[in-house]
């Protein structure tokens, strides 16, 4: 079954701290892998997305990995704001057809001053 | 308009009313998805339309549930005959392309409460 897990399940850092949100998946055919932000009450918004090949990507503060052969993903976040509060998704579109996403559960990420 | 709009933001049904939910998504874009989300949780597919066609329903989990897309914009959709279960938020996404790579944009959600 195609599943994508995601830990912590929760997490509080204090601003300006770093933090790293883990991310497996077992879906197959695998197409490419996509993290998004979710802030309470919206719609998710894309942050990254990684192909096969990529094995990282950066957007601003945010830095996500890729390994494909342990199918594991990270996403960073250097210098939290506290803006950073929101849930944190790793979602993996399935290889062939139209655009499937597998979504994870997500990370709730709450930054305290 | 400048991204997806859904309405209502929020919506109150009594047990046993049907329901209908609007997606406007962005002018232009081909592919429509509505997905559902509990609390706590990340959204799961629902349905999948490529301008008007409906390509892939297997996520719907009734034949309570029925999504349309008649004329490739604008997409409903409806719950008939409501359940505590079907509380949730429901998202629409659309993309302007068709491939697996094509960048998803998301509406802010219908939040449907079931009484």
């Known amino acids: 079954k195609n599943q994508v897990e995601q830990s912590p399940q929760s997490l509080i850092i204090l601003e300006g701290k770093n933090c790293t949100l883990q991310?497996?998946?077992?879906?197959?055919?695998?197409?490419?892998l996509r993290w998004y932000k979710q802030d309470t009450g919206r719609g998710p918004v894309s942050l990254t997305i990684?192909?096969?090949?990529?094995n990282t990507k950066s957007n601003g503060r945010y830095t996500a990995t890729l390994d494909a052969d342990t199918k594991q993903s990270s996403l960073h976040i250097t210098a939290s704001q506290l803006s950073d509060s929101a849930s944190y998704i790793c979602?993996?579109?399935?290889?062939?057809?139209?655009?499937?996403?597998?979504f994870g559960a997500g990370t709730r990420l709450a930054v305290h001053p | 308009g400048a991204g997806v709009s859904q309405s209502p933001r929020y919506k109150v049904a009594k047990r046993g009313q049907d329901v209908a939910l609007r997606c406007d998504p962005i002018?232009?874009?081909?592919?429509l998805f509505w997905y559902q989300q509990a609390l706590g949780q990340g959204p799961e597919f629902l349905t999948y339309?490529?301008?008007?066609?409906?390509?892939?329903k297997s996520g719907l989990p009734s034949d309570r549930f029925f999504a349309e897309r008649p004329e490739g914009s604008v997409s409903t959709l409806k719950i008939q005959r409501t359940q505590q279960e079907d509380s949730a938020v429901y998202l629409c996404?659309?993309?302007?392309?068709?491939?697996?790579?094509?960048?998803?944009?998301f509406g802010n959600g219908t939040r449907l409460t079931v009484t």
């Open positions: 991310c497996n998946y077992t879906v197959s055919p695998f197409s490419n």
């Open positions: 979602v993996v579109s399935v290889s062939g057809g139209y655009n499937k996403l597998i």
């Open positions: 002018s232009g874009h081909v592919s």
């Open positions: 996404a659309s993309s302007f392309l068709t491939g697996r790579e094509s960048p998803l944009h």
């Open positions: 990684m192909t096969f090949s990529e």
């Open positions: 339309f490529q301008n008007e066609a409906q390509l892939d």
